[in-house]
């Protein structure tokens, strides 16, 4: 005979991990089952402290839940921002190449819509992955209810050695203080493109695509103090 059980109280868009045991009678119990997890709904807004390290998804899945992506790249293979992984572990990734620098098209990964926006802090970890020559910078801004982009903030993150970043939003004036912080590939491109290869899945993260990637990892935002 199956037994359910309803969980109440569950936040959105949360990952949690769940055990069971049997009570056979009094002061008897069996071992605990394996450990499972399961992850909510989206709901209306993200609750914070939120937290992401990308490990709960798999190599090529598009980002992770409760978040949407923009590409309008015409290159066929370019389907980036997705989800990669190495021997270190996984990663939110973007890519531009030699065809998206003659046309470029913005890449934008949008997290779940948050309330309070102007008293949050957001703190990443993300690294440039380009060789001589080569340059590429991400932005941090908020959609509004409008789907109007406001930039936050411009960086500039360091080749192949994640750095951590800090951005605050107290600059934010969008309409009820709610919105979408997003990360969206810098709109400009500087290298020698005789040397550019391909951004495809069968190149990522190998260091030598000859192509500009950025990785993302350990997203965590807290709000500010």
Same mark, same amino acid.
């Given at each position: %005979? ?15 991990? =769940? ?6 009678? %009094? ?8 450990? $499972? ?6 709901? *209306?807004?993200? &609750? =914070? ?14 980002? &992770?839940?409760?978040?949407?992506? /923009? ?20 990663? @939110? ?10 046309? #470029?098209? &913005?890449?934008?990964?949008? @997290? ?24 590429? +910078? !991400? /932005? ?6 409008? *789907? =109007?982009?406001?930039? !936050?903030?411009? @960086? ?8 951590? +970043? !800090?951005?605050?939003? *107290?600059? #934010? $004036? ?18 020698? @493109?005789? $040397? ?7 190149? =990522? ?13 350990? /997203?965590?935002? !807290? &709000?500010?103090?």
């Amino acid at each position: %005979e199956s037994i359910s059980m309803e969980l109440t109280g569950l936040l959105p868009n949360t990952l949690y991990y =769940v055990q069971v045991r049997a009570k056979a009678g %009094e002061g008897e119990y069996s071992e605990w089952s394996q450990m $499972n997890m399961f992850r909510t709904g989206c709901g *209306e807004y993200q &609750p =914070v402290p939120y937290y992401e390290d990308f490990e709960s998804y798999s190599y090529g899945d598009e980002v &992770p839940q409760c978040w949407e992506k /923009i590409n309008e790249s015409t290159y066929e293979y370019n389907d980036f921002p997705y989800i990669t992984s190495d021997d270190n572990g996984n990663y @939110l990734v973007f890519c531009m190449n030699r065809r998206d620098y003659f046309d #470029y098209q &913005p890449q934008t990964a949008i @997290l779940p819509k948050m309330e309070n926006i102007s008293n949050l802090q957001l703190r990443f970890d993300a690294k440039d992955d380009y060789q001589s020559g080569y340059a590429g +910078h !991400i /932005i941090v801004g908020v959609i509004d209810d409008d *789907e =109007v982009f406001h930039q !936050i903030v411009d @960086l500039d993150p360091e080749n192949y050695v994640f750095s951590s +970043h !800090i951005v605050t939003f *107290e600059d #934010y $004036n969008g309409a009820g203080n709610t919105g979408k912080i997003a990360f969206r590939l810098g709109d400009y491109f500087y290298a020698p @493109l005789a $040397n550019m290869g391909r951004c495809t899945r069968q190149y =990522v993260p190998h260091s030598r695509c000859f192509a500009f990637f950025l990785f993302f990892h350990t /997203i965590i935002f !807290i &709000p500010r103090i």
